[in-house]
Structure formats: structure tokens, C-alpha cells
């Protein structure tokens, strides 16, 4: 006898910011959510950006008014639901003679100060630079303004975890390898990467959330055209030892119009990027080249007393970028914006992303969940704009310090503060048992230890080192190959001794198989 495959409102194809999104927000209306991800959630382009919350000081020069409004306008609501993965951060644009006048870049900022109502950010302003700070003493004056820091993949992470917590399913490791189109339904096969083994689900509809991958997975899972191509462009960052001591970023503008930031990094370090090159080829492969690990550390070096040197780059990232194709020649010039490609044509539907930017994630979110509630016959309202993220039901990241140092005094500052920006009041689900720092278990490297990879495993799809490492933590900074050997070991151990007792290992909690975002 065959067995009906399981039936869902929506298959939401891909593991990334976009993707995340919408599998939240449909299942905070009510519907019935899948999440498929081919590799780990955030394992592509949402894990590789500048990791800023903001509005896109540049794009105003490129005339882009209606993109910098909507991201500016989210900043602040972005801000209030996530406290512990974001927080606001002051931006230092030093001024320098091949910059435009200094009025017109004020006039820009205040422009940038007023597109959208701000109630948390302070404004912008002129200021001088004296000898004492980090940059070259030829750099006197310039302008601060206000934009947002963000734990990208963190916020994926915990936008899955919400998704989940409301009803949906979130399958990582697992591949939407083919779907066949009805009249009112999908036949998805679903394949299981880790044990190349299939299942069928039914779909009313699918969202296309595939990020670099949106245009190729028509002709390899929809059998189809894509209706429209992506450009793909690749951007680069270093992470090296920090640069200013001080709180605020840098935002530096070359003579060639580019613009780089220089961000404080996880206390010790700071990340440096980004740049835009042409990329052909798999998105996940995306590696920095030498040149351009050269103009970073040359624009900084243009800057900063500090100078630095390719053996000073202690860490790199590049993730690709899917932009909208629209024929501009300046790769950094091509629009940020995103777009809908909604088919039906009296057949199932589907939804497809093209573009978008972290920023706004939760209004793309909304208005494609619009789109399928629309289509279902469901009358819901919105309501992602004042949701907390799991672990963001706290004011302030003092407050919930202090609240853990009192419950639990032996943790060490350090560790508190990781905690807090980490997981919020998560962090309360691995510490409850907990009376003495050997409580923690096995210290695995940094200021990781086993209570916290077991929650990781168990509660956030982590199933390797570098899930854990680089995704869920940035604990990667810290540790050597023997020490990353070590914890692989732990993982792999520790999910065969749980099937070893005939129980699913808690790797799989949340299923396996998705094309990344």
C-alpha cells in the first residue's frame, strides 16, 4: 500500500536570511511550513556579509531613495526585537581631499538622518580628529552617523528556531533535487545529503529563496527557464587585529569610489571589507584572491598608522552576492533592491527572490507571505514587525549581564558577554543545571565548552565543527587544527553513540536536506 507524502501550505527552498524569513513569518500566519537547505542554514551569502544592519550610506549617490528609506525604517525595529545578535554602532567617514566638499556629504547625511523616523539612533555629525586616535595625522576632520551591527548568521539561526517554534520544519542537509507542477500542488523530492536517501512531500506552493542559486535550481529541480538571471558578485572581507580601541566603525571611501569598512570584531580584531568582483562559478567555492586581500590592506594602510601586511590577516570570508541583472557595468552600482517573480498560470504556485539585502529581510519576508496568504485564501495580519527573536525577550544587554553574573558568579565576564551577544536569555537552557565552571564540561577551545556544543547539536541544526565554529559562535578565531580536530571527533562520537541506541541522533532533531541562501 503507498503511503500519502506529507502535505504542506509551502516548501521554502533555501536556508538563508530570505528564506528564514519567510518560514517564519508564514508560520506565525498559520500556514503549514517546510524549510529545505541543501548545507547548513547561513552557510552561503547570509553567513558572508558586513554584518550591518543599515540603510546603505552609498546607494543614496546612486539615487536608490526608496531602498535606503525601507532599510533605514527597519533598522530601528530590527534593533528592538533582536538585542542580543544587534545593536546600534557610530560609523567615522574621515574626510579627505579626493572625497566630495564636505557641505555635500553633510547635506547627504542629513538627507540619510531623515528619510526615515528614527527614535533609538542618534543623528549624524561633523567632527576633528586629534594625534592620540588611530588614524594618519594628515586625516583632520570628518562626520559620524549612526547605522546598526548585526551576528548574521546568528540571525538566521534564530529566525529557523522562531519559524520552527510556530509549527514550521526546518530540514537542513537536505536538497530539493526535483518538483513536479500540478494544477493546486507540488510533488517536491526532498534528498537527505548526509544519506542520499529520498522522501516526496506535497506542496500548495514553493518559495524560491535559493539565493545564488535561484536562477539554476529552474533547470535543475523545477524543470523550467528561469524567468530572469541573477548577476552574481563576489565580496571579500579580512578579519585582522584590532585597529582602534575605541567603539565606532570606519567607513572609508578609495579614489575609486569603492567604500570599505572597518568594524570592531568579537573584541580582539577588526573585520575589513568589502569588495565587488565579478563571480562565475559555484557560489559555495567562493574564496578571497590575492588582489584582493591587497586593496583592503591598501585602503587601510591609506588610513590607519597601523600598517598592515597580508601575514596579519588572521581570518577570511567571501560570500556572492545575488544581484538583480541590470546591465550596470559598475558591479558595486548594481541595485540591492529585491524583486518577486510570482508564477501560477491556473497551476500551482510559485514565488521566486531575486536580490535583497539583509536589512530588508522582514519586509521581503512579508510582502511574499502577503503573496501566499493571498493565494491560499488565508485573511492573516502582519506581525513580524514587533516580534522578538528567541532569546531577544530582555532590555538591554547590561541588564541581562547582570542578571546572569548574579545567578551564576563563577562565569567570568568574558564569557557573560559572549553569552549575552550569542544567545540572549537562550543561554539559560544549557547554564540551568549549572553551579561551577566544571558544570560546562569539556573545554573544547576558546571559551567553548561541551554544555553549549551539546546545545548547539540538540536546539540549532549544528551537525559539524564548522557549523559550531564559524556559524553558531566565531570561536574558529581561536582554535587550532589539533583543537578543531578534537571537537569534529566529539561530534561524529557523539552522533553515532545516540544511534547506536536506536535513538535519532540529535544532529537530525530538525530533519537534513535545502539549496542555501
Known sequence: MSVEPQSYDVVVVGGGINGAGIAMDAAGRGLKVLLCEMNDLASATSSNSSKLIHGGLRYLEQYEFGLVRKALAERE???????????????????????????????????????????????????????????KASITRGFEYSDGWVDDARLVVLTAKKAEQLGATILTRTKCVNAVRGRDHWQVTLRDTRRQTDRMVSA?????????????????????????MIRLVKGSHIVVPRLNQDDEAYILQNEDERIVFVIPYEDRFSLV???????????????????????????????????????DVIWSFSGVRPLMDDEEENAQKASRDYTFEVSDDEQALLISVFG????????????????????LGVSKVRWTKTAAL????????????????????WLSDALVSRYVRTYGTLCREFLHDCTAMTDLGTHFLGSLYEKEVDYLVHNEWAVTADDILWRRTKQGLYASASEVEALERYLITRASGLSATGTRPDTDTAGGIGLSG
Request: a positive charge.
Open 77 to 135: 525595529a530590527l534593533l528592538r526585537n533582536s538585542p542580543h545578535i544587534m545593536w546600534p554602532m557610530r560609523f567615522r567617514l574621515p574626510h579627505r581631499p579626493h572625497l566630495r566638499p564636505a557641505w555635500m556629504i553633510r547635506a547627504g547625511l542629513f538627507l540619510y538622518d531623515h528619510l526615515a523616523r528614527r527614535e533609538i539612533l542618534p543623528g549624524s555629525r561633523a567632527i576633528r580628529f586629534d594625534q592620540s586616535g588611530p588614524l
Open 204 to 228: 500548495k506552493t514553493i518559495v524560491n529563496a535559493s539565493g545564488p542559486w535561484v536562477s539554476t535550481l529552474f533547470g535543475e529541480s523545477l524543470a523550467m527557464p528561469a524567468p530572469k
Open 390 to 409: 528567541p532569546g531577544g525577550d530582555f532590555d538591554n544587554q547590561d541588564s541581562l549581564a547582570a542578571s546572569l553574573k548574579h545567578t551564576y558568579p
Open 273 to 311: 571589507g568589502t569588495t565587488d568582483v565579478e563571480y562565475q562559478g559555484d557560489p559555495g567555492e567562493a574564496k578571497i584572491s590575492a588582489e584582493e586581500t591587497s586593496y583592503l590592506l591598501n585602503i587601510v594602510n591609506d588610513h590607519f598608522k597601523r600598517q598592515l601586511i597580508p601575514a
Open 356 to 375: 535583497g539585502k539583509i536589512t530588508t529581510y522582514r519586509k521581503l519576508a512579508e510582502a511574499a507571505t502577503d503573496k501566499l496568504c493571498q493565494y
